[in-house]
């Protein structure tokens, strides 16, 4: 795809409400969790493939409304120069 000229966004599982009861898969980042393990999950997730340029969320209403949750997570992507 890439290079046909399209742009890949990659999907990260977090966290939804009702977690676990509905469940986005193995490694979701939680709000739970500490930053290290979250970060764990997202370069498990990142390292499945290549030549994304961004993240989207796969489900993730919980993580992505807790800011403390969210900060190391959007750091990470800063650093890689990733979009979200």
């Known amino acids: 795809a890439?290079?046909?000229?399209?742009?890949?966004?990659?999907?990260v599982p977090l966290?939804?409400?009702?977690?676990?009861?509905?469940?986005?898969?193995?490694?979701?980042?939680?709000?739970?969790?500490?930053?290290?393990?979250?970060l764990k999950s997202l370069h498990w997730a990142l390292?499945?493939?290549?030549?994304y340029t961004g993240v989207m969320n796969y489900m993730?209403?919980?993580?992505?409304?807790?800011a403390a949750a969210m900060e190391p997570f959007m750091a990470e992507l800063g650093k890689r120069g990733l979009a979200y």
Not at 24 to 35: D, Y
Not at 60 to 66: E, K, L, P, Q, V
């Open 15 to 38: 966290e939804p409400f009702d977690y676990p009861k509905v469940n986005p898969g193995r490694n979701t980042l939680t709000v739970a969790a500490s930053a290290d393990e979250n």
């Open 47 to 51: 390292s499945r493939t290549t030549n």
């Open 2 to 11: 890439r290079q046909s000229g399209h742009e890949i966004v990659m999907q």
């Open 60 to 66: 993730g209403a919980r993580f992505s409304a807790d």
